[in-house]
């Protein structure tokens, strides 16, 4: 799902988290394209009622209802990346450190701040970045020109209601914005999408057949049902070996981390190890942990 045709716009110079609706012109042909699969969703949304009351006299929800039942209850809070892990950049950053960061993170989309991420511009796609200044083109480099507008919503939106502003608008990325008008999170559309369809992979996931992945040097992205002994073994380091664990008690680093703290924790939560190797919870949900961030203790002092 690309939004190639919401392009640069002058909208986004000097955005402020109150332009909650900047409209873009329509392509009734891209809108066709994009639209149906929408249309699909919002068509059985409507009748969410007449899909609950049949799946329960089957005796129970079917995935494709709860997932609609998802999209009513809900709000933006409920999926949003936290405000500790968005990435973006500041207006004022360079041409060769902005390629760094694409380069670094995977992103397509980076929010642009002003001073601090509060004071949010727009945001910048990898594709208007590349088209200009990639493939050895030369020209003066000026971030403000390439921006496009963000969307701005509160928490307590319903996913489903945001769904349809971002197919309406066709937009991919919303800045969820608190009662002061601070940045509280970021959302995606895949965020939204993957609450009726259930997870979608891309690129940047870890694959299934493969429980966690090294970013770099000490630095690792696992999945919370690693076994422990395994990735022991492949840090030469024991996790277990603290008064807080039980290593008998324990088979998982997700288990791990709630043994550590007694809880599930949530997305965004950092973790403490008495080693010094510091835990963070980069994806969950109120019942479970799904992905982690694990970094040894050399590659902590480093961040």
């Known amino acids: 799902m690309d939004d190639s ?38 068509g059985a949304f409507s009748n969410g009622d ?39 950049v500041p207006i ?34 990898l594709k208007d ?11 003066i480099f000026s971030l403000k020109d390439e921006m ?12 489903g209601v945001l769904l349809q502003k971002m197919q309406a608008e066709r ?30 992979e891309d690129e940047h996931d870890i694959d299934e057949d493969t429980a966690w992945a090294e970013e770099k040097p000490g630095c690792y992205i696992a999945l919370a049902k690693t076994p422990l002994d395994e990735f022991e073994a492949e840090i030469g380091q024991s996790l277990t070996d603290v008064d807080a664990v039980d290593e008998e008690e324990i088979d998982t680093l997700g288990g791990l981390v709630f043994m550590l703290l007694g809880r599930v924790p949530v ?8 080693s010094g190797t510091v835990i963070e919870v980069v994806d969950a949900d109120p019942r479970r942990i799904k992905r982690l961030r694990v970094r040894m203790p050399e590659a902590a002092g480093s961040v």
Request: aromatic share 6%.
């Open 267 to 274: 997305r965004g939560e950092v973790i403490e190890h008495p």
């Open 92 to 125: 004022d950053i360079t041409k060769d450190q902005l390629v760094q960061v694409f380069r670094d993170t995977g992103m397509t989309r980076l929010p642009v701040y002003q001073g601090t991420l509060d004071t949010p511009q727009g945001f910048v796609h």
């Open 5 to 42: 045709t919401d392009g640069p716009s002058s909208a986004a110079h000097g955005a402020h988290p109150t332009q909650m609706d900047i409209r873009i012109e329509s392509d009734p042909q891209a809108d066709s394209e994009q639209g149906g699969f929408f249309r699909r969703i919002f």
């Open 171 to 200: 937009r991919h990325m919303a800045l969820v914005i608190d009662e002061y008008g601070g940045v509280d999170g970021l959302v995606t559309i895949e965020d939204l999408i993957e609450q009726v369809v259930g997870e979608i």
């Open 129 to 139: 970045f590349a088209l200009r200044h990639g493939f050895n083109q030369q020209g």
């Open 50 to 88: 007449d899909a609950d009351s049949e799946s329960e006299a089957n005796g129970g929800k079917a995935p494709q209802t709860r997932g609609l039942i998802n999209l009513r209850d809900m709000v933006v809070e409920d999926v949003a990346i936290p405000k500790a892990d968005i990435v973006a």
């Open 148 to 159: 496009r507008p963000l969307l701005y919503v509160p928490p307590s939106m319903r996913i």
